[in-house]
């Protein structure tokens, strides 16, 4: 099946710097990778996504890069502010074949924004 | 108007009970999924539905044993509580053929004492 590794498992920033997430997956008939904010307490929610055939994806402060030959994708958030703390999971999923629909998470990122 | 809806939310039980945890999505989705995240937050796949036909087993002890009477309910009963089932458990649901994301439940945290 689908492995996703996700680094860092934790990272801290500054009010208004950048952040950036990075995750490798091994399956490459992996197609569909979205992105999970989890807030302290609450449920995962997606925050952006990103197919194979596109290569960026932009919302606002935060875009997803995709590298399909290197199998790997990164999230960026821009000016950072502290309600951008919480844990930020990638998830990685293919749309054929024997685990059809089944999302592939990493590990989680903590990420801290400090005041 | 809840997409997907989880009861309890929060769950206090002795070892040994039997408790069963419900979840409903009301989004028209097919498929509906059981995550286990224990306390270092990882999201570990227990089970998953496709229109009430079970097509995820992950391996889970056989004290869990998930149901679902029809494509918008998923339930989750277990058996003989131990303390290591403590950790929050969510729901969510997708549309298989969609090739989109999940959405989750706003989960219960199950304690066992």
């Known amino acids: 099946g689908e492995n996703v590794e996700q680094h860092p498992s934790t990272l801290s920033v500054q009010e208004g710097d950048s952040a950036v997430i990075k995750c490798t997956y091994s399956?490459?008939?992996?197609?569909?990778f979205p992105w999970y904010k989890q807030e302290l307490g609450k449920r995962p929610q997606l925050i952006i996504d990103?197919?194979?055939?596109?290569g960026e994806k932009k919302d606002q402060r935060i875009a997803v890069t995709l590298n399909k030959t290197a199998k790997h994708f990164s999230l960026h958030i821009t000016e950072t502010q502290p309600e951008d703390s919480a844990v930020y999971f990638c998830?990685?999923?293919?749309?054929?074949?024997?685990?059809?629909?089944?999302?592939?998470f990493g590990r989680g990122t903590q990420l801290t924004v400090w005041p | 108007d809840t997409a997907v809806s989880q009861t309890p939310k929060y769950l206090v039980t002795q070892m040994g009970n039997d408790k069963s945890i419900k979840c409903e999505q009301n989004?028209?989705?097919?498929?509906m999924y059981w995550y286990k995240q224990d306390s270092k937050k990882f999201l570990k796949i227990m089970f998953s539905?496709?229109?009430?036909?079970?097509?995820i087993n992950e391996t889970v002890p056989n004290r869990f044993s998930p149901k679902s009477p029809d494509k918008a309910h998923l339930n989750l009963h277990i058996n003989s509580l131990e303390l290591g089932d403590s950790a929050v458990y969510f729901c969510?649901?997708?549309?298989?053929?969609?090739?989109?994301?999940?959405?989750f439940g706003s989960g219960t945290r199950l304690t066992v004492v």
């Open positions: 969510a649901s997708s549309q298989l053929d969609r090739g989109n994301g999940y959405t």
């Open positions: 399956d490459s008939a992996s197609n569909y």
């Open positions: 990103i197919r194979s055939n596109v």
């Open positions: 998830a990685a999923k293919r749309d054929r074949g024997s685990t059809l629909g089944r999302l592939y």
């Open positions: 989004l028209g989705h097919d498929t």
């Open positions: 539905y496709n229109n009430k036909e079970l097509i």
